[in-house]
């Protein structure tokens, strides 16, 4: 049974505490808010299983006996059961097929009966899958266009239909994108950031997604668009992208091959003349999704989808005159209405979440705060120790990490707890079994780092070989190779395994990603140490090699230069103990405080930014910060409050600049250490939340 990782969906627990420190907006938000919710109420594993499973198999049932009577439904049920048990389960995906489960069923009521009633409720259900994944974003339309060509009706009553379920459909997304657009200034419904790697990679002519940087491999920044690089791509070459939609196709009746050919024979046979809808909708998703990389878990849905319709196609010729069962539509509104009540519930958390993430609940403690309220949710936990580790409390960060919170713990940094303590990291109680979850590899690092930190050279080295296998087996690789069933996948074409080369050759996220994320466990001069032993053995990349030379050559010593390190790399998580992969190397050497006085410096730095002399101002603003900061007073200080300002300002001078990875690092800076009284603070902390 293959178990998703349920700590990717860490920024609920956000929404519920109302604190920023994330990138809310970088996932959808239905799920997360769902799974934080649960994980608060005490769901472990096996409860997301069992609801999941219940809630799936319930609407595969009712949809099947929705189409053509009791043994349509009966024989779905059981289609859809073997099927999952022999695929596995994926949380997400699963999650997600309810939904597009609902909007099956309400466009099999809408054949029935095209009522106002029926669009109101199918395009509710399909705005209600798009706050989960964005893939019937485009539908809509098609389903109006579709009506309107079988029925070629032009009346009012149809215009009406019409204007109601594509009101219908797009409504829910209103909060998403004001909320986007108080966070990041543009009003945006899709999670832009997760598809951008599926986009890019089919830009490039991959048939699969790929686990790596896929920015860098195709030369773009982290402002370039991932759209207008894809569309620029087709425009050079159509016929060959062309060609590379029919073999993401191909690929995609490999993942499930018996269940596409049953429905190949549905198409066939069954009767559909009376309900297009039904065809266009899987149709639509099957090549909605092949016009970028595919994966297999995508297409997962399918095998709750298509089991309804090929039982009924069969159906419709052995018992051609069976009843739809009477209760059946009723079941399916019972469905609805539960999961509108859900609906309703994130939506006044999206609206809300601004407007308390600008209120006074501030100060150093604000995730301890945070995670008193919601003591099992993993990612405010963390947080709450990420504040001990930025105060200096090692001892504290340690300790807290070794509390389990919840089922969904950070296992990196309760393995990192445990490890710390042992002179022999090898013999520690491995605590990861799946070699293809990011949390054995995080595992491998840190039991690398810690060996190296005690001069265990060899057995480091030993762990580093096979952290860097697990990394290139499964983090740094197209998705095209495995099983789907008993059908092996391969890497056939060429531009896969050009581009999987390429993928390859690139080793800089290992170390700038992986073991930079898992060196901060450590205390500042213990990552010296560390890695000063690792250069020995192992070339030091740029991100690590800056981190060593700021650790050993900076210009500021003793207890203030280590809160001063600390603050610096406190660059507060998008998932448990994570640092922003995308959150750059900015530790350069910073400028010493001046000979003027902080509030002189950050004079001089708005006036050189009004005359856009933005290197100039920069300087003058770094040089107020380290002033401040090295004042020695209190952190609710004047001195507190005017670094603040001149980080803020900082932040604004680099993201005008364009050099968004330090414009990151300051603005966390800023957030993590600003008084609970700095006027600045709610406009920092929204354009943090943004990020």
């Not at 543009?186 to 002519?205: H, L, M, Y």
């Not at 530790?587 to 730095?605: E, K």
Request: charged fraction near 20%.
């Amino acid at each position: 049974m293959f178990y998703w990782d349920l700590q990717r969906f860490s920024h609920g627990g956000f929404f519920l505490a109302g604190v920023s420190g994330v990138v809310v907006t970088s996932n959808m938000p239905l799920f997360e808010i769902v799974v934080a919710v649960m994980t608060h109420l005490g769901a472990t594993f096996w409860h997301f299983f069992i609801l999941l499973h219940l809630g799936v198999y319930s609407l595969v049932f009712l949809a099947g006996c929705l189409f053509s009577g009791y043994w349509t439904g009966i024989i779905s049920l059981a289609m859809a059961g073997l099927i999952g048990v022999e695929k596995g389960i994926v949380y997400e995906q699963t999650f997600y097929s309810f939904f597009l489960l609902l909007v099956l069923i309400f466009l099999l009521l809408k054949s029935r009966g095209n009522t106002l009633k029926n669009s109101l409720f199918c395009g509710l259900a399909v705005g209600a899958s798009l706050l989960i994944r964005t893939p019937l974003l485009f539908f809509p339309p098609l389903v109006v266009f579709a009506d309107w060509l079988y029925s070629r009706e032009r009346s009012r009553a149809f215009i009406l239909r019409s204007l109601v379920f594509l009101s219908a459909s797009y409504v829910l997304l209103l909060p998403w994108g004001f909320l986007n657009h108080s966070l990041n200034g543009t009003f945006n419904v899709f999670d832009t950031s997760r598809s951008a790697c599926p986009t890019i990679t089919a830009a490039k002519g991959s048939i699969f997604t790929m686990e790596g940087d896929c920015r860098k491999l195709a030369g773009l920044g982290p402002e370039d668009s991932a759209i207008g690089f894809y569309l620029r791509e087709w425009s050079k070459a159509p016929v060959f992208h062309f060609i590379t939609v029919l073999r993401r196709l191909w690929a995609i009746f490999l993942f499930y091959p018996e269940l596409f050919l049953f429905f190949l024979a549905a198409l066939a046979f069954g009767r559909w003349r009376d309900k297009p809808l039904l065809i266009v909708f899987p149709l639509y998703f099957i090549l909605i999704h092949a016009l970028l990389s595919i994966e297999m878990c995508y297409f997962s849905p399918l095998r709750y989808l298509l089991v309804p319709l090929i039982a009924g196609a069969l159906m419709s010729r052995l018992a051609p005159e069976a009843a739809p069962c009477r209760f059946a539509a009723k079941g399916a509104a019972a469905a609805f209405w539960l999961t509108f009540c859900v609906i309703l519930g994130t939506e006044a958390l999206i609206t809300a979440y601004p407007f308390r993430i600008a209120g006074p609940e501030t100060g150093e403690d604000v995730y301890a705060r945070a995670s008193a309220r919601f003591p099992r949710d993993a990612a405010l936990h963390v947080l709450k120790c990420r504040e001990l580790w930025s105060k200096g409390d090692d001892a504290g960060f340690r300790e807290c990490l070794s509390r389990r919170t919840s089922g969904l713990e950070d296992i990196s940094g309760s393995y990192f707890a445990a490890v710390s303590a042992s002179l022999f990291p090898s013999k520690i109680l491995f605590p990861v079994a799946n070699e293809h979850y990011k949390s054995y590899l995080e595992c491998l690092i840190v039991r690398m780092l810690r060996e190296f930190e005690l001069g265990q050279r060899t057995l480091a080295m030993a762990s580093l070989r096979e952290a860097y296998g697990v990394f290139e087996r499964n983090h740094n690789k197209l998705q095209g190779k495995g099983f789907s069933g008993n059908i092996k996948l391969d890497l056939t074409y060429e531009r896969d395994k050009q581009l999987g080369a390429m993928i390859r050759a690139d080793s800089d996220r290992f170390w700038d990603t992986y073991v930079y994320e898992m060196l901060l466990f450590w205390p500042p001069q213990r990552m010296a140490v560390i890695l000063s032993e690792l250069g020995e053995s192992a070339p030091l990349t740029g991100r690590l090699k800056t981190l060593l030379k700021e650790l050993t050559q900076g210009r500021v010593r003793g207890d203030t230069r280590d809160l001063i390190l600390r603050a610096q790399l406190s660059l507060w998580p998008t998932a448990p103990l994570s640092v922003r992969s995308e959150a750059g190397s900015a530790l350069t050497a910073r400028p010493l405080p001046g000979r003027g006085s902080q509030n002189t410096l950050l004079d001089q730095c708005r006036a050189l930014a009004a005359e856009n002399k933005k290197e100039q101002a920069l300087t003058a603003c770094q040089e107020a910060v380290y002033s401040a900061s090295s004042a020695g007073s209190g952190p609710e200080s004047d001195s507190a409050r005017t670094a603040c300002d001149a980080s803020f300002e900082s932040y604004k001078l680099l993201k005008a600049m364009g050099r968004e990875e330090e414009a990151a690092e300051v603005l966390f800076w800023a957030v993590g250490n600003a008084p609970s009284d700095w006027a600045g603070l709610p406009e920092a902390r929204r354009a943090l939340a943004g990020r």
